[in-house]
């Protein structure tokens, strides 16, 4: 009887692969999709549940958001932000994956771009809308919780720690926590610095108070 409140932007595949690790399910046997009558209904059947989101530091979060759903073609990419961003914004990406004139100055310099945008964006100062990978983790779960409290924030950092103690409330020995692969043509590490946590914190202001973050380094 675990309720998962996603966050988009976190954790949300390795997360639901462990609850059905901790089934003995296949993930597509998870039951989703709910709306508010069908999840009332899950709730009086569930009984005693425990209800549990998963937030991750917003540093790594921006930056996943913007090689996964912006700078990469494929299918996770957002076409029609990416289109606004590149004429409206004036935001230089890069013409080929391979393109050998976006170098790692490059790319820092285009994320710090992009975290301006947000700034922006998430203040309501631009025309285009807020996209869930990147809007503020407080205002996702202030908007769930109206509905649905969680009884648990678990941090990524620490799940490896806390995805145990929550199984044993409802009974239950946890599988081992695998963090997610998150590839990208260049690592955070090599990106990070202290203009990127400079960028994100004036994006996530609230985030960072409402939560404790720290710097990301």
Not at 1 to 20: E, I, K
Not at 38 to 63: N, Q
Not at 161 to 171: N, V
């Amino acid at each position: 009887p675990l309720l998962y409140l996603p966050v988009r932007g976190g954790p949300v595949a390795g997360v639901t692969r462990w609850m059905a690790t901790l089934d003995g399910v296949a993930e597509t046997e998870l039951k989703r999709g709910f709306n508010q009558k069908t999840l009332r209904l899950w709730m009086r059947e569930a009984g005693d549940f425990r209800a549990f989101s998963v937030i991750r530091h917003p540093v790594p979060r921006l930056y996943e958001a913007f090689c996964r759903h912006l700078l990469e073609p494929g299918p996770e990419r957002i076409e029609d932000l990416w289109l606004s961003l590149k004429a409206v914004y004036q935001m230089p990406f890069p013409a080929a994956p391979d393109d050998p004139a976006y170098d790692l100055a490059a790319h820092r310099a285009l994320f710090l771009q992009f975290a301006k945008f947000v700034t922006g964006n998430l203040s309501g100062q631009t025309s285009l809308r807020t996209d869930a990978s990147w809007a503020s983790q407080l205002t996702i779960l202030q908007g769930v919780s109206t509905f649905a409290p969680p009884d648990m924030i678990l941090r990524e950092d620490s799940l490896a720690r806390d995805l145990p103690a929550l199984a044993a409330s409802i009974g239950r020995t946890a599988p081992p926590w695998q963090p997610e692969d998150r590839p990208a043509r260049f690592p955070l590490d090599q990106v990070y610095d202290a203009s990127v946590e400079a960028a994100v914190r004036q994006a996530y202001p609230r985030d960072y108070l409402m939560f404790g973050f720290g710097d990301w380094r």
